[in-house]
């Protein structure tokens, strides 16, 4: 047998148990046995501001000039880091709310190019998770999905959100140190806009 067919097949069958059950990420399994507050989502709403901001002021912060270098070797550069953080939120809530596809973000190569592009890959990917939030039914919350292998409530994936990007981002920091530069300050509890 060769190594090649050998790894096939070794492929293959770790993604037997994924086709047996056909559970796609995203796919509704259930219906959670409680549910979670329905003011917890304006939490989550103000979780994805945070990110927003904490994205903006980082791409912000480093001049255009240092977009493509990197902190070592094998790392993103800087703009693919931040535009990494940004599209993967995107990705991960089209998945988790059922968005066939995805939803239209602007090029790649644009983001990576200026802090103008960058901006607008930022922003253009939170307009959707924000618009995705606000339009979440209380049901739909509550549905348990499969989310790569693991069964949880749709609303908990906002969470696991906020956490990824802040992970994400924070490994540009030594971007700014390499650089001689702070990163942007983190900035507690913002306080909302009050009318």
Known sequence: MSVRWVACLAFMMSMLPAIVRGQAPGTVV????????????AVQARALTMQRRLLLAMADSMPESLYRDKATPVQRDFAQQIRHAAGEAHRIAALTMGVTGGAELPDTAS?????????????????????????????????????????????????????????TAGQVVANFRKNGMAPPAFRYFPMPHRQ
Do not use: K
Not at 127 to 146: C, F, G, M, P
Not at 148 to 163: G, K, L, N, P
């Open 30 to 41: 259930g219906v959670a046995p409680w549910s979670i507050s329905p003011e917890y989502r």
């Open 111 to 167: 983001a990576l190019a200026s802090r103008a592009g960058l901006r607008g890959y930022i922003n253009a990917a939170y307009d959707h998770l924000d618009q995705w939030l606000s339009a979440q039914t209380d049901r739909s919350r509550n549905e348990v999905i499969n989310f790569f292998d693991t069964e949880v409530a749709r609303w908990m994936v906002w969470d696991e959100i906020a956490a990824y990007t802040v992970w």
